[in-house]
């Protein structure tokens, strides 16, 4: 199934979500990553329509890779890919950018033990389907913590 990404040719639900994403964002970079080429095409727009800037990508080595040369305030992981589970991507992550914001999205979250997860360095955690509002506001609520804290 292709999806296209003007908002006519997404699904109903989504379309809805694009009229209702009315919270702007300063401009926050989010990378998100799934091996689901459809997922980050989806979750690429629906960040968009909220205001942040997004790259998507569907390889964490290539994501790895990006990070040692871009900054970005979030990432949103799926947990399972062929080519690396999202805890080991986590894991990776922390390693060269520490403080960044870390969430992983996955529809399998029940094949993951929500401890491991935890200690593999994520923020939260997030099940598919999701109203993107829920995770937009976890982010905020994370973003805004850390600015206070740091």
């Given at each position: ?24 964002t300063m401009r926050r970079k989010i990378l998100v990553i799934d091996d689901n080429t459809s997922q980050c095409k989806i979750l ?59 969430y992983a999205l996955s529809g399998y979250i029940h094949e993951f033990d929500r401890k491991e997860l935890l200690e593999a360095g ?29």
């Open positions: 199934m292709r999806i296209l990404l003007g908002a006519e040719n997404l699904p109903l639900f989504l379309q809805s979500h694009l009229r209702r994403c009315q919270k702007k690429k727009k629906l960040f968009e329509s909220c205001g942040y800037a997004v790259v998507a990508l569907d390889s964490p080595e290539e994501a790895l890779y990006l990070l040692e040369w871009k900054d970005f305030d979030v990432i949103v992981t799926d947990l399972r890919m062929p080519w690396m589970d999202g805890a080991e991507f986590c894991r990776r992550s922390r390693n060269i950018r520490p403080d960044m914001l870390i994520f923020d939260g955690i997030f099940s598919k389907p999701i109203r993107i509002e829920l995770l937009r506001d976890a982010i905020e609520d994370d973003l805004k913590r850390n600015r206070l804290a740091g």
